[in-house]
């Protein structure tokens, strides 16, 4: 285990790694495009203003890492965890995302709109004062997430799983949802469905 490395400024374009581990590492402002990581295992690591671009990366976990400023475009993320992890100016941009977990993890403020985030998990995040607006969330789970402020104005959230504090506090305004997020946003405004 590579423990409290300092990769800042490194240059390390195409490099594969597999079932690496990395802990409170600082990679930023890094050069790691075309990185491919496989099974590999980042806590508490730093990544502000890194480039990830092009990047791949396969059942690999990155809990607790900071994303400020980091160059994703044109990423590959599948089956990966990112439990916990902190994404600053930037979201997700230019990533694409397939069963994923964003657990706990930190929207705030984000810019997220007309971003493809279907299917994946954001138990628990958070995503005050996230601008959503017109996403396609279709089959994501935010149960627990917090909403406050979140823009969902013409998102798409059919097939998604949200509670009804997240759909109080949520703006919603022209979204498409299916019956069963109708009826649990019905019951979190204290109308009675018969």
């Known amino acids: 285990m590579e423990i409290a ?9 195409g490099s594969t ?19 491919v990581t496989r099974g590999c295992t980042f806590d508490e690591c730093d990544f502000s203003g890194a ?7 396969e059942t690999s976990a990155f809990r607790s890492c900071v994303f400020d400023r980091t160059v994703l475009a044109d990423s590959a ?16 941009r ?4 397939r ?11 984000a810019n997220l709109r007309r ?17 959503l607006a017109e996403a396609d969330l279709r089959d994501s789970d935010f149960r627990g997430a917090r909403l406050h402020g979140a823009d969902l104005t013409g998102a798409d959230l059919r097939g998604a799983k949200l509670d009804a504090n997240g759909l109080v506090q949520a703006k919603l305004r ?5 019956f069963e997020v109708a009826l649990t946003f019905a019951a979190a405004h204290g109308l009675v469905v018969d």
Request: glycine content about 10%; overall charge negative; charged content about 30%.
């Open 99 to 109: 069963d994923s977990d964003f657990s706990l993890a930190n929207f705030s403020r």
């Open 174 to 178: 022209g979204a498409r949802v299916d």
């Open 51 to 57: 480039d990830l671009g092009e990047s791949r990366h």
């Open 77 to 92: 993320w599948s089956g990966c965890t990112l439990l916990g992890s902190s994404f600053v100016d930037g979201g997700l």
């Open 17 to 35: 790694w597999e079932k690496r581990q990395f802990s409170r590492c600082d990679f930023s402002d890094a050069d790691l495009r075309r990185l």
């Open 115 to 131: 971003r493809r985030l279907t299917g994946l998990r954001f138990r628990e995040a958070n995503f005050t004062d996230a601008n």
């Open 5 to 13: 490395e300092d990769y800042r400024d490194a240059v390390l374009p």
């Open 94 to 97: 230019g990533m694409s995302l």
